[in-house]
């Protein structure tokens, strides 16, 4: 094992190669490039034996590794925001079909409008989609995940894709020390891939054949029974990694200072590092709160998300996404996970950080002040903005007109293109 | 019966599950005059059901035919007529 100081992309990009997928296809997407572009220079220079296939878009390239992993080779592709949006119609197919696609999700929020940089909407938007979701904190753990995505992917109770979330430019565009693990270290962690079914031509088969209403629910059921199983294989991967690589990586959540804890904050991603340091100045001034991370959204992991704050009278979630309409996709999980539970704590749900607006630690530890005032609570509202629309009072107008003297050249020839001919009458 | 991982048949289960009952009422006749077995109409046929070897022994399997009838649209010499089937 190595310690280097190396750029995110780097690091995922050496980690994807470490795991010997035989087929990569992506698509570039800001903030993603960077990670395929060091798996093609690889591919490029030979030190990566894989078929790297160039495609025009993303819903192309999850096809591609869909058709590649069906043949029952290990596949990788990474991809963020639109693209993923993109893959969307193809990645509830891999998983519907069971293909253990593994792949990495760079954080990016969704349009319109327009924004390249962090937020978790895009990932959280495929909730439903039957694909594992782990979140990353840091760096080196978007590198060990990636590694125990395979794993816990290609288990055959499991048999699902994993999508790995990295939050956007915080961690892959980063230069972090990361510890990238040898080749035959992962080579001993993981297993070449057994497929159960795979397309060969002297033996046809059919995959993801027509099921009727007298089947189809029972299809779906049997992804959802793959979903309940992976909790476990999670657990299992993130225990042999620590016995094999020595470190405390991925799992199903991450308490810390929990243990006498009446506040709990919950959050997904890189953020947890800032609550993590918002804690450790509440507990100098006495407060009693704690951070509880959670690693695998999807499957939600339920039992452990409870065990993990069961001091805590109050939860207060920050996420980056919303469900428009709802609240906070993961305060609402949690408010789930403590339905029917005695004297369950109050649950807050606070959006913060959208479309990559800073998250400060004074934010955190006035958040924690008083109640959340609303549910969902837009953190750090911007109050000295007019936000049309919004104010009832006020009646939504067209934008002022913009006038403006045009240079004589320019009025002249608009003149002459766009006024009415001679004698025609208005 | 089996619901597999993926839901993964093995290939030809299209013999076994019959659709020719889907058919919309008419059904190819194979006139056998003019024939000269250019094999368009097995070419075009959207099912595969039509088969022949020489000319004026084409004709389609009626498990399978769903009466489209671009069998007889495309037939060169007119040799393939739709009519109304009787049941």
């Keep these: 094992m190595a310690r280097r100081f190396l750029q995110g992309f780097r690091a995922i990009g050496e980690a994807a190669a470490l795991c010997r997928p035989q087929v990569v296809s992506a698509y570039p997407i800001t903030p993603q490039t960077g990670i395929i572009e060091e798996l093609a220079l690889m591919v490029a220079d030979g030190s990566l034996q894989a078929e790297y296939v160039n495609v025009e878009s993303e819903h192309s390239a999850a096809s591609v590794v869909l058709g ?6 290990r596949v990788y592709s ?35 409008p327009i924004n390249i940089w962090n937020d978790q909407q895009d990932s959280v938007t495929l909730r439903d989609a039957g694909i594992l979701q782990l979140y990353a904190e840091t760096n080196q753990e978007g590198v060990d995940l990636l590694i125990q995505a395979y794993r816990i992917a290609e288990d055959h109770r499991v048999l699902l894709p994993v999508m790995v979330c990295m939050d956007g430019y915080i961690l892959p565009h980063a230069y972090e020390p990361v510890d990238i693990p040898t080749q035959e270290q992962v080579d001993s962690y993981l ?17 993801g054949a027509l099921a009727e209403p007298d089947k189809y629910l029972e299809a779906r059921y049997m992804l959802h029974k793959g979903m309940d199983a992976s909790l ?60 509880v991370r959670i690693i695998s959204f999807r499957p939600f992991p339920t039992q452990a998300v409870r065990q993990a704050m069961a001091k805590a009278s109050r939860v207060v979630v920050i996420e980056k996404a919303i469900s428009l309409g709802s609240e906070g996709p993961l305060a609402l999980d949690m408010k789930a996970a403590f339905y029917g539970v005695t004297r369950p704590p109050t649950i807050e749900s606070c959006v913060a950080g959208l479309g ?12 924690l002040d008083q109640r959340s005032p609303a549910s969902p609570h837009f953190v750090d509202l911007r ?6 629309g919004v104010e009832t009072r006020r009646r939504i107008t067209s934008l002022p007109r913009v006038t403006r003297r045009a240079p004589a050249a320019a009025s002249r020839l608009a003149r002459a293109l766009y006024s009415a001919p001679r004698g025609a009458t208005s | 019966m089996k619901i597999t991982v993926g839901l993964v048949a093995r290939a030809g289960t299209s013999w076994a599950n019959k659709t020719g009952s889907w058919r919309t009422g008419i059904v190819p006749k194979f006139l056998r005059q003019k024939c000269n077995a250019c094999d368009l109409c097995a070419l075009a046929c959207p099912d595969g059901c039509i088969y022949g070897e020489a000319a004026k022994d084409y004709h389609a399997d009626m498990e399978f035919c769903k009466g489209c009838g671009i069998c007889a649209k495309v037939c060169p010499v007119k040799d393939i007529v739709m009519e109304p089937e009787v049941r």
Excluded: H
């Design chain 1, 356 to 367: 990559g607006r800073d998250i400060p630690v004074e934010t955190i530890k006035r958040l």
């Design chain 1, 78 to 112: 990474a991809t963020t925001s639109q693209g993923l949006l993109l893959m969307t119609e193809v990645l509830y197919n891999i998983a519907g079909l069971r293909l253990p696609v593994v792949m990495t999700c760079v954080n990016r929020a969704v349009s319109a």
């Design chain 1, 383 to 388: 109050t000295d903005l007019e936000l049309e």
């Design chain 1, 68 to 73: 590649a992993s069906a043949t029952g080779v």
């Design chain 1, 191 to 207: 297993p070449a891939f057994k497929p159960v079914y795979r397309l060969d031509p002297a033996d046809p088969v059919t995959m």
């Design chain 1, 232 to 291: 476990g294989v999670i657990q299992e991967a993130a225990a042999k990694f620590k016995a094999e690589f020595g470190r405390n990586s991925g799992g199903l959540v991450e308490a810390y200072r929990m243990d006498d804890a009446d506040v709990a904050l919950v959050t997904m991603g890189s953020l947890a590092a800032t609550l993590k340091e918002a804690v450790d100045e509440l507990r100098t001034e006495g407060k009693k709160v704690g951070v």
